[in-house]
């Protein structure tokens, strides 16, 4: 009998310590969130880029003030409150001000480059651990933006310069006022306005690769439009204004269009997925 129960004390115990790394595993990760906001004295003319991290949104606006404020949200996740010290110490951003061009630059786990010079002996358990970093910046109205992003939801207005724009998988909404924009989206819904028919803007190049894309014109906006499906899916017209241009037809796929008198290039591309054209709401 006695040589029973050791026999079953031992064979719990075993099961126990085969299971406890699994259950560490398993168990719900702590969370902490930080914030942190810096401004820069910064004119109008020159170039803001930011290069979000893997997981994060990115949210711009343009202001009246010579200045950009960054104001971050930085979670980390892990199993203990000395590991989210240890993560809410790497991870974060850093700003290089040189004259006429502000980089503001994700940094932490994700960055081998950064860790080997700034953490050279941080524990290798905790560079998978999730973290995301979600901003929200502050740009003079007439500037250039370049913004690289990963997997988050993107915002953009009231900016009037030279946008370049490139995200891995995004909810995006970007109201465009003017200036040029050129943007390309891996996945998700993109969502673009127009909000004005006198548009102040030169150019604009859309493209998305895999998902929906909306499209908000202002009936009385004169520009010539071209919409493609490259691959599966439809283009959605519900823009009766809109005229054929280079003796061309309308089809589900490809749309070379005329809007009023014709002006600036908005060309609007998706691979696989809907493409909606759609007025502009008031």
């Not at 969130?33 to 880029?49: D, L, M, R």
């Not at 796929?253 to 998706?270: D, E, I």
């Amino acid at each position: 009998m006695k040589k029973i129960c050791v026999y079953l004390c031992l064979s719990a115990i075993s099961i126990f310590l085969f299971l406890a790394p699994v259950l560490a595993q398993t168990s719900p990760l702590l969370k902490r969130t930080t914030y942190k906001t810096e401004t820069v004295e910064f004119g109008a003319g020159g170039t803001v880029t930011v290069v979000g991290a893997p997981d994060g949104s990115i949210t711009v606006e343009g202001w009246q003030k010579n200045s950009v404020e960054i104001t971050a949200e930085i979670e980390v996740q892990a199993a203990t409150e000395a590991d989210l010290a240890e993560l809410a110490r790497v991870n974060g951003f850093i700003i290089d001000d040189d004259f006429g061009h502000i980089r503001i630059t994700s940094v932490g786990t994700h960055d081998k480059g950064f860790m080997k010079r700034a953490a050279k002996k941080f524990p290798k358990n905790l560079l998978a651990m999730p973290f995301k970093i979600d901003y929200k910046i502050k740009v003079p109205v007439y500037c250039d933006v370049n913004i690289d992003g990963g997997r988050g939801d993107l915002n953009l207005s009231n900016v009037e310069g030279m946008v370049r724009i490139n995200y891995l998988e995004s909810n995006a909404k970007l109201n465009l006022i003017g200036g040029t924009v050129v943007a390309t989206v891996g996945k998700g819904d993109v969502q673009i306005v127009f909000p004005n028919r006198n548009w102040r803007g030169r150019s604009a190049d859309i493209q998305l690769a895999s998902g929906t894309m909306s499209v908000q014109l202002p009936l009385n906006l004169s520009a010539n439009i071209d919409a493609k499906i490259l691959r599966v899916g439809q283009i959605e017209n519900a823009l009766t204004v809109l005229k054929p241009r280079d003796r061309t037809k309308f089809s589900e796929k490809s749309m070379t269009a005329k809007a009023g008198n014709g002006g600036a290039a908005l060309s609007f591309t998706v691979g696989d997925g809907t493409l909606k054209l759609t007025e502009t709401e008031k």
